[in-house]
């Protein structure tokens, strides 16, 4: 089992910045291929960002791609998404996810086994 606690969220405005944290427990998490999704009031959830075991690897949904940033620090336990130039587009509540790890299909969230509670952004105009 793992356990995933987001935390970062908050009110801002469009062009601010803000930093997400995933704290995670209870599995290797070196082992643990993470990534970020977000879900809008009436939409489905959608893929933001994902990186490799080893940090080696990031990858992005094109809406974020420049202006986000994923990092990890395996020492910590932490998964970190930077996002810079917020824009209300961006509002929604944001997930962080962990799997297996293969970095095939690391859009879809059905490859993903756990997920934390999800931390809220609001950005306004």
């Known amino acids: 089992q793992v356990q995933l606690v987001e935390s970062g969220g908050g009110l801002v405005q469009a062009g601010d910045s803000l930093r997400l944290f995933c704290a995670a427990s209870?599995?290797?998490?070196?082992?643990?291929?993470m990534g970020w999704f977000r879900q809008a009031p009436g939409k489905e959830r959608e893929f933001v960002a994902a990186?490799?075991?080893?940090?080696?690897?990031?990858y992005y949904a094109d809406s974020v791609k420049g202006r986000f940033t994923i990092s990890r620090d395996n020492a910590k336990n932490m998964v970190y998404l930077q996002m810079n130039t917020l824009k209300p587009e961006d509002t929604a509540n944001y997930y962080c996810?962990?799997?297996?790890?293969?970095?095939?299909?690391?859009?879809?969230?059905?490859?993903?086994?756990?997920w934390g509670q999800g931390t809220q952004v609001t950005v306004s105009s």
């Open positions: 996810a962990a799997g297996g790890p293969s970095t095939n299909y690391y859009y879809t969230s059905r490859r993903y086994s756990y």
């Open positions: 209870g599995r290797t998490f070196s082992s643990l291929f």
């Open positions: 990186i490799s075991t080893n940090g080696a690897s990031t």
